[in-house]
């Protein structure tokens, strides 16, 4: 899983450049990134491509640490549990996005 947006994560000043780019534009050409690299990557005695699928949502998240024994940064929320479900319904080898993450790019006019 990724998440983009996120409050509180510094930008390293390389990334200036792109600090005004909606958070979906930014995970949607990330995704790209990954399925690309993805497509490259062979293994196995069959020589066998990687294959992936992506789904994209967006939406509040809580974010944070949990657990005492085993502390692990975790991201919860009916929106973490929509990006699985449009990961699972979506074709492998292809980025899907949730019309919530559309309509956000589209309220923004880009």
């Given at each position: 899983?990724?998440?983009?947006?996120?409050?509180?994560?510094?930008?390293?000043?390389?990334?200036?450049?792109?600090?005004?780019?909606?958070?979906?534009?930014?995970?949607?050409?990330?995704?790209?990134?990954?399925?690309?690299?993805?497509?490259?990557?062979?293994?196995?005695?069959?020589?066998?491509?990687?294959?992936?699928?992506?789904?994209?949502?967006?939406?509040?998240?809580?974010?944070?640490?949990?657990?005492?024994?085993?502390?692990?940064?975790?991201?919860?929320?009916?929106?973490?549990?929509?990006?699985?479900?449009?990961?699972f319904n979506g074709e492998v080898d292809c980025i899907t996005i949730s019309n919530d993450?559309?309509?956000?790019?589209?309220?923004?006019?880009?």
């Amino acid at each position: 899983m990724a998440a983009c947006g996120l409050k509180g994560i510094k930008q390293q000043q390389n990334q200036s450049v792109i600090k005004n780019i909606h958070p979906v534009i930014k995970c949607i050409l990330m995704a790209n990134e990954m399925l690309n690299q993805a497509k490259k990557t062979i293994y196995g005695k069959l020589q066998k491509s990687i294959k992936i699928k992506i789904g994209i949502h967006y939406g509040d998240v809580i974010a944070g640490v949990i657990g005492g024994h085993k502390p692990q940064f975790s991201l919860i929320g009916d929106t973490v549990n929509t990006a699985s479900r449009v990961c699972f319904n979506g074709e492998v080898d292809c980025i899907t996005i949730s019309n919530d993450a559309m309509s956000s790019c589209i309220d923004e006019h880009i």
